[in-house]
Every structure is written in C-alpha cells, then in structure tokens.
C-alpha cells in the first residue's frame, strides 16, 4: 500500500472551510488516505502536530488523527496515535477550560480557544469498527480542535482576544507578561 507524506494545506485554502463527507467505504482509497495522514503528522517538526485532519491534506473527508501523549510511571513519554473516521461529540462536560492553540494549516499563529474538558466521542476507526472513546484534558482539546476542521471551522475563528506569532509565545513562556 503506497504511503506518502503530503504537503499539508495552509490557510486561505478554501478547503480548510469546507464541511467534509462522510467515510461509507473503508476500502483501499481510505486506507491510503489514513496512511498518508499518520506520514504526513509523524513527518511534522517544528511545530510536531497533536493532530491531523483529512482536508489539511486536501481531502474533504471525515477523517483525522489524533495524538494521545502519555507519560507512563518511569517518566517515559510515547506518542499514541488514534484514527478517527467520521467522528462526532454526543457529549461534553459543564466544565471548560482556555488554552493556547496552534494549527499546522496556520503557520506562526496561536491564540486561547475554549474547550470542554471532557467529552464523549463516536467515531469509527480504520476498518469502520465503531469506537466510542470517554476523553478529557488535552487529548480532548486536540480531538474537539481536529472534528472543528472536519466541519469547516479553524482554531482562528474561536480566538478569544488577540493573536500570538511564535516569537511573542516564547515571550510568554519566558514570562515577559508585556505583551
């Protein structure tokens, strides 16, 4: 099966505003889009993706992957990466949260979206098996932020307050507050 890193698709391609299709069937065609999607995220550095939607490679399908990182109890950190087809949120927590976004498709751009903490996901994985994973903290936020590209919607339209390039974050990071 071919496999490819694809160059991923940047803002202000009109895909990256386009509700995506449903998957009905998961033949060779979708695998060859998961397979690109897992090479084009593991190829990702600077910034590494959490996440990866199928229209960010010029595809609009109801396809993304999802990064779960895990810090196991000697300190080891792994990457677990989760396929998501056609998911979709049938429920979420009372309790929000905001934090810092970013997006492979907007380069130099990071703002404070609101998100819930934790949400109930239904989705199925590469072979059309139903799946319905309970998330919660950043997993979550990557998840909400990957099915928001599914339906059209980017990071940028839910900023709250102003945007940040990535100079301006390592301020922040260093603690310089006077931005």
């Known amino acids: ?10 803002v202000p391609n009109p895909i990256l505003t ?11 065609q979708t695998q060859e889009i998961i397979n690109n999607l897992m090479d084009t995220l ?3 550095k600077n910034p590494e993706g959490a996440g990866l939607a199928a229209p960010q490679i ?3 399908k109801r396809i993304c992957i999802v990064r ?31 934090k810092f976004e970013g997006c492979l498709s907007i380069p130099n751009t990071y ?19 139903e799946i319905k994973p309970n998330v ?4 979550a936020r990557v998840i909400q932020h990957e099915i928001d590209h599914l339906n059209g919607i980017l990071f ?24």
Do not use: W
Not at 1 to 10: D, F, K, R, Y
Not at 76 to 95: D, R
Not at 136 to 139: A, I, Q
Not at 156 to 179: P, V
């Open 136 to 139: 919660s903290g950043f997993f």
């Open 156 to 179: 940028t339209d839910k900023i709250i307050g102003k945007t940040y390039t990535e100079t301006e974050m390592d301020a922040l990071e260093l603690g310089d507050d006077s931005q």
């Open 68 to 98: 779960r990182f895990i810090t196991d109890t000697t300190g080891q950190h792994a990457i677990e990466p989760h396929i998501l087809v056609n998911p979709e949120i049938y429920g979420e927590s009372k309790e929000t949260d905001i």
């Open 18 to 28: 386009t509700k995506c299709q449903k998957v009905t069937d998961f033949g060779p």
């Open 1 to 10: 099966m071919l496999m490819a890193v694809v160059e991923i698709v940047q």
């Open 111 to 129: 703002g404070r979206v609101k998100r819930y903490r934790k949400i109930k996901v239904k989705a199925q994985d590469r072979f059309g098996n």
């Open 42 to 44: 593991n190829n990702a």
């Open 58 to 60: 010029g595809i609009t």
